[in-house]
Protein backbone atom coordinates (compact mmCIF):
# COMPACT_ATOMS: atom_id res chain seq x y z
CA UNK A 1 0.00 0.00 0.00
CA UNK A 2 2.51 2.33 0.95
CA UNK A 3 4.83 1.78 -2.34
CA UNK A 4 1.24 2.52 -4.45
CA UNK A 5 0.77 5.57 -2.17
CA UNK A 6 4.45 6.79 -2.95
CA UNK A 7 3.97 5.90 -7.07
CA UNK A 8 0.57 7.93 -7.17
CA UNK A 9 1.78 11.04 -5.25
CA UNK A 10 4.86 11.35 -7.28
CA UNK A 11 2.91 11.06 -9.93
CA UNK A 12 0.54 13.96 -9.17
CA UNK A 13 3.04 16.14 -7.68
CA UNK A 14 5.09 15.72 -11.06
CA UNK A 15 2.53 16.93 -13.21
CA UNK A 16 1.58 19.88 -10.64
CA UNK A 17 5.10 21.23 -10.50
CA UNK A 18 5.54 20.69 -14.78
CA UNK A 19 2.01 22.19 -15.29
CA UNK A 20 2.62 25.06 -12.24
CA UNK A 21 6.15 25.30 -13.92
CA UNK A 22 4.94 26.51 -17.34
CA UNK A 23 2.59 28.68 -16.19
CA UNK A 24 3.99 30.77 -13.56
CA UNK A 25 5.84 33.13 -15.85
CA UNK A 26 9.61 33.84 -14.71
CA UNK A 27 11.02 37.37 -14.21
CA UNK A 28 13.87 37.77 -16.55
CA UNK A 29 16.73 35.30 -15.30
CA UNK A 30 14.92 35.18 -11.93
CA UNK A 31 13.96 31.51 -11.85
CA UNK A 32 10.28 32.52 -9.84
CA UNK A 33 8.06 29.08 -10.61
CA UNK A 34 10.49 26.90 -9.08
CA UNK A 35 11.27 29.21 -5.85
CA UNK A 36 7.82 29.48 -5.52
CA UNK A 37 6.73 25.85 -6.37
CA UNK A 38 9.63 25.00 -3.83
CA UNK A 39 8.08 27.62 -0.93
CA UNK A 40 4.43 26.26 -1.66
CA UNK A 41 6.14 22.35 -1.11
CA UNK A 42 7.80 23.83 2.79
CA UNK A 43 4.53 25.01 3.69
CA UNK A 44 3.13 22.05 2.56
CA UNK A 45 5.06 19.40 3.96
CA UNK A 46 5.55 21.70 7.68
CA UNK A 47 1.47 21.75 7.75
CA UNK A 48 1.13 18.05 6.63
CA UNK A 49 3.68 16.30 9.15
CA UNK A 50 2.30 18.59 11.83
CA UNK A 51 -1.52 17.31 11.37
CA UNK A 52 -0.29 13.75 10.57
CA UNK A 53 1.10 13.86 13.95
CA UNK A 54 -1.95 15.40 15.73
CA UNK A 55 -4.60 13.28 13.78
CA UNK A 56 -2.45 10.16 13.40
CA UNK A 57 -2.88 9.99 9.83
CA UNK A 58 -2.38 6.98 8.18
CA UNK A 59 1.40 5.94 7.31
CA UNK A 60 0.69 5.16 3.45
CA UNK A 61 -1.19 8.61 3.42
CA UNK A 62 2.03 10.27 5.12
CA UNK A 63 4.33 8.37 2.48
CA UNK A 64 2.31 9.27 -0.31
CA UNK A 65 1.43 12.77 0.07
CA UNK A 66 4.63 13.78 2.35
CA UNK A 67 7.39 11.34 0.11
CA UNK A 68 5.66 10.80 -2.85
CA UNK A 69 3.80 14.08 -4.05
CA UNK A 70 5.46 16.65 -2.00
CA UNK A 71 8.64 15.03 -3.36
CA UNK A 72 8.18 15.31 -6.96
CA UNK A 73 6.60 18.92 -6.83
CA UNK A 74 9.56 20.65 -4.91
CA UNK A 75 12.85 20.22 -6.49
CA UNK A 76 16.12 21.02 -5.28
CA UNK A 77 17.91 19.75 -7.85
CA UNK A 78 16.24 22.16 -10.34
CA UNK A 79 17.03 24.88 -7.23
CA UNK A 80 20.45 23.87 -7.51
CA UNK A 81 21.50 23.83 -11.25
CA UNK A 82 18.94 27.39 -11.79
CA UNK A 83 21.78 28.71 -9.39
CA UNK A 84 24.83 27.64 -11.25
CA UNK A 85 23.27 28.70 -14.19
CA UNK A 86 23.19 32.17 -12.67
CA UNK A 87 25.93 32.13 -11.53
CA UNK A 88 27.84 30.45 -14.94
CA UNK A 89 26.23 33.62 -16.96
CA UNK A 90 27.38 35.81 -14.92
CA UNK A 91 24.13 36.62 -13.22
CA UNK A 92 25.80 37.23 -9.44
CA UNK A 93 23.14 39.09 -7.26
CA UNK A 94 20.38 37.13 -8.89
CA UNK A 95 22.42 33.80 -8.24
CA UNK A 96 22.73 35.30 -4.58
CA UNK A 97 19.06 36.50 -4.40
CA UNK A 98 17.65 33.08 -5.51
CA UNK A 99 19.96 31.31 -2.92
CA UNK A 100 19.15 33.68 0.26
CA UNK A 101 14.85 33.77 -1.09
CA UNK A 102 14.64 29.65 -1.43
CA UNK A 103 16.74 29.17 2.16
CA UNK A 104 14.93 31.79 4.33
CA UNK A 105 11.87 31.85 2.68
CA UNK A 106 11.80 27.91 2.78
CA UNK A 107 12.55 27.72 6.29
CA UNK A 108 9.56 30.37 6.78
CA UNK A 109 7.24 28.47 4.99
CA UNK A 110 7.54 25.50 6.87
CA UNK A 111 7.43 27.37 10.08
CA UNK A 112 4.06 28.90 8.82
CA UNK A 113 3.25 25.49 7.88
CA UNK A 114 4.04 23.75 11.43
CA UNK A 115 2.39 26.65 12.89
CA UNK A 116 -1.15 26.41 10.51
CA UNK A 117 -0.93 23.18 11.44
CA UNK A 118 -0.70 23.33 15.25
CA UNK A 119 -3.59 25.62 15.30
CA UNK A 120 -5.66 22.45 14.36
CA UNK A 121 -4.68 20.93 17.51
CA UNK A 122 -5.23 24.22 19.92
CA UNK A 123 -8.82 24.80 20.49
CA UNK A 124 -10.41 28.29 19.79
CA UNK A 125 -12.39 30.30 22.64
CA UNK A 126 -15.68 29.21 23.63
CA UNK A 127 -14.88 25.16 21.81
CA UNK A 128 -14.99 23.11 24.48
CA UNK A 129 -12.16 20.12 24.38
Do not use: E
Amino acid sequence: MNILALILGGFLGTLLRYGLSLWIPAAGAFPVPILLINWAGCLFLGWLFTVAAIRNIHPSVRIGAGTGFTGAFTTFSTFTVQTVDALDSGHLAIALAYLLSSLIGGLLMAWAGVNLGQKMRTPKAGDHA
